[in-house]
């Protein structure tokens, strides 16, 4: 996270106030989901994988999603 120039404030924010755009319930050890939130005019994609039982949520990674992977609204996968 710190590595990609991602700070703590940006994860919380997208947590917070992004859009939950893939979920993974099948991963393991907890399910996760992938959110979409904006830091300023950038798009910013942070997976979380949530522990129900405890209500303790992992940041798994974060990064910027680029046009090479992703469609114009950063929500759309293209197809490989």
């Known amino acids: 996270m710190l590595e990609r ?44 994988a949530l522990d129900s039982m405890t209500g303790q949520a992992y940041i798994i990674t974060t990064y910027r999603p680029d046009l090479d992977h992703f469609e114009g609204d950063f929500k759309t996968r293209k197809p490989r």
């Open 5 to 48: 120039g991602v700070s703590r404030q940006d994860v919380f924010h997208v947590l917070l106030s992004g859009e939950q755009i893939e979920d993974y319930p099948e991963d393991t050890p907890f399910p996760s989901a992938l959110f979409l939130g904006w830091t300023g005019r950038e798009p910013l994609h942070v997976v979380v």
